[in-house]
């Protein structure tokens, strides 16, 4: 069992929809918690960053994490043909410092 | 934001040569950088874990005497693929932790993508 699961898609919405994209883990250690966004051949780009349970808003971009139940998720709303991309989790048990351990990535597409 | 620079963007090799790959943490400091390897539709791997002036850290599985890593500066480290083979054509990455005001965050390079042929 890998020890962060994400689909891998791809999602095709619409454009202005509210995305939802989601990890469940395993290691109940796992702190921190990131999203990504991935363009293809490119870097990943921090979108997020929560610490322990609960959420964070930035703009269009909502974080949640549930460690009780060991699920995160990201929202996304008004989505964008530009948020087109791959978007990965990833967490750390303990400080940036720390790998980081990444979901496999869910590939987006929002139809203009 | 923090910048790391990751070069070439996109490197094609020969069977059997050797090939270097270099991230910049362009306007901090790192003492550790992190190299990660994806391969199409998967998601970024740990290989090692670079430390200014010591030995880097190797995950289990990646050979250490075919990816060297040499982090000889506070600002630069280095990945040499030796004797390439094409199973190891991938996008390599570097990545490099800032500390914030209150957290750590994570940079990561442009990518290498290489190809050996």
């Known amino acids: 069992q890998k020890e962060v699961e994400q689909d891998p898609g791809p999602l095709s919405v619409p454009e202005g929809a509210i995305v939802s994209l989601n990890c469940t883990y395993s290691n109940s250690a796992f702190q921190y918690f990131m999203w990504y966004r991935q363009y293809s051949r490119k870097g990943p780009e921090l979108l997020m960053y929560t610490y322990s349970s609960g959420n964070k808003e930035d703009g269009r971009f909502t974080a949640q994490v549930d460690k009780s139940s060991k699920y995160i998720s990201l929202f996304i709303r008004d989505s964008q043909p530009s948020d087109s991309a791959t978007y990965l989790c990833?967490?750390?048990?303990?400080?940036?410092?720390?790998?980081?351990?990444f979901g496999s990535g869910t590939r987006l597409q929002v139809q203009p | 934001g923090a910048v790391v620079s990751q070069h070439p963007s996109r490197v094609i090799c020969k069977s059997g040569t050797s090939v270097k790959i270099e991230c910049r943490s362009l306007?901090?400091?790192?003492?550790?950088m992190f190299w990660y390897r994806q391969f199409p539709k998967q998601s970024l791997m740990l290989m090692a874990t670079s430390n200014e002036g010591s030995k880097a850290t190797y995950e289990q599985g990646v050979e250490k005497d075919k990816f060297l890593i040499n982090h000889a500066s506070l600002t630069l480290s280095t990945l040499t693929v030796t004797s390439a083979h094409p199973e190891d054509s991938s996008f390599y990455i570097c990545?490099?932790?800032?500390?914030?005001?209150?957290?750590?965050?994570?940079?990561f390079g442009q990518g290498t993508r290489l190809t050996v042929v």
């Open positions: 990545s490099a932790p800032e500390d914030r005001a209150l957290q750590t965050e994570a940079f």
């Open positions: 306007d901090f400091q790192a003492t550790t």
């Open positions: 990833a967490m750390s048990d303990g400080t940036g410092r720390r790998a980081l351990t």
